[in-house]
């Protein structure tokens, strides 16, 4: 992805080893470059949000685990290693795919081999998921062709919740890659993009990329979804997801079911877009079972955003003292899905539908 004609990636590793991101915390006012040298960095990284988005969180606890074995390899520190970046953040299972495959493959190692191991492991996980997202794109893009076809060559339409971009992933995004891949495709593409109270990722983080990227779209509350598709002005919608159930139920950022029911009330189609290591194949039944992040009040009661003086801070919104409740996530059942865009081809949102496209992983699905 490029900012102002440079090629980022969200996070990579300096020639020197330094692991970076872009502290996604002051976007779209700053970019802010930093570098995580410490696990303690690496826990507030994830916890504290200055990178977020599933497939991240996977890829920066990979290095997170990293980095602590190039200060001590012993399977203690792996071990608690695993304890502290999996406690950060509960609901991306990334998160604990990536912690999981780190162990795997530095368990069985001695000590001394550990480090460049994991080093050589995390830029992997990195690389797989820009293929990944890439290969998502050109699935999903096929879905904006069929319907810019439909229409005569007429823009598309796309409505999406939260930041399932660039940001949110190594590269390309999930969700916003059919969309990248359909503009490079010369196809006429628009964006509707949800603002996403309460920290308002669409309107920071998916707003900023769609401007860099040179993409069609205008910021929309989160409540005008419903309306839009009502009038007829949204031909699909496309979002993320931090966990997918074996049976296609779906969690992601908190308002995304309200859009799935407006969608299925006006028969927009409603497409998700997850690389497989955001399926848990040990869940069934997502609203049950999934835990849902609870963060803080003062994400509800407070905004930021930048003052006319120009620096970044937070204002007040609410009456002093108000009580906010603040679910981060909610889950949108199978039956809302009109499909799954993988990396290997999109998939009825289904235990059938995802068995046929994973049968070696979905063992759970199967029983
Ligand atoms: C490709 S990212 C998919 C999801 O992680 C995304 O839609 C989302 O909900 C991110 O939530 P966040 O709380 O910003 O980490």
Not at 100 to 129: G, H, N, Q
Not at 137 to 143: K, P, S, Y
Request: hydrophobic content about 40%; aromatic content about 6%; overall charge negative.
């Amino acid at each position: 992805m490029k900012i102002d004609g440079t090629h980022y990636r969200s996070i990579w590793r300096e020639s020197d080893g330094t692991v970076k991101i872009i502290d996604q915390r002051w976007l779209p006012h700053e970019l802010r470059i930093v570098a995580l040298t410490n696990r303690r960095d690496f826990a507030s990284a994830i916890r504290d949000m200055w990178v977020r988005g599933a497939p991240l969180i996977g890829a920066t606890a990979a290095y997170g685990v990293a980095v602590q074995m190039a200060h001590d390899a012993s399977d203690a520190a792996l071990a608690e290693t695993w304890e502290v970046l999996h406690a950060t953040r509960p609901t991306a299972i990334n998160l604990r795919w990536a912690l999981d495959e780190m162990t795997r493959v530095l368990k069985p190692l001695p000590p001394s081999e550990r480090a460049a191991a994991a080093f050589r492991r995390a830029a992997e996980i990195c690389d797989e998921d820009v293929e990944i997202n890439r290969r998502i794109g050109l699935n999903g893009l096929e879905l904006i062709r069929a319907i810019s076809e439909r229409k005569g060559g007429k823009r598309v339409n796309v409505l999406t919740h939260c930041n399932a971009g660039w940001l949110a992933t190594v590269d390309w995004g999930t969700a916003t890659s059919p969309i990248y891949h359909a503009l490079e495709a010369g196809i006429d593409v628009h964006v509707f993009v949800d603002e996403t109270r309460p920290r308002n990722q669409g309107a920071q983080l998916t707003a900023w990329e769609m401007n860099h990227h040179g993409v069609s779209h205008d910021l929309i509350v989160d409540n005008a979804g419903g309306h839009l598709m009502q009038h007829g002005e949204i031909d699909l919608c496309i979002v993320g997801t931090d966990r997918t159930t074996a049976q296609g139920d779906v969690c992601n950022k908190i308002g995304t079911y309200l859009k799935a029911l407006a969608a299925k009330d006006n028969g927009v189609p409603f497409y998700v877009a997850l690389p497989s290591p955001t399926i848990d194949w040990t869940v069934r039944d997502g609203v049950k079972e999934i835990p849902i992040e609870e963060r803080d009040g003062g994400e509800v009661t407070h905004v930021q955003g930048r003052m006319p003086s120009g620096v970044v801070g937070l204002v007040q919104i609410s009456p002093d003292g108000t009580p906010a409740r603040n679910p981060a996530f909610d889950v949108t059942p199978a039956r809302l899905v009109t499909g799954l865009i993988t990396e290997r081809g999109v998939a009825e949102a289904s235990p059938e539908g995802l068995a046929r496209l994973f049968p070696d992983r979905a063992t759970v699905a199967a029983d």
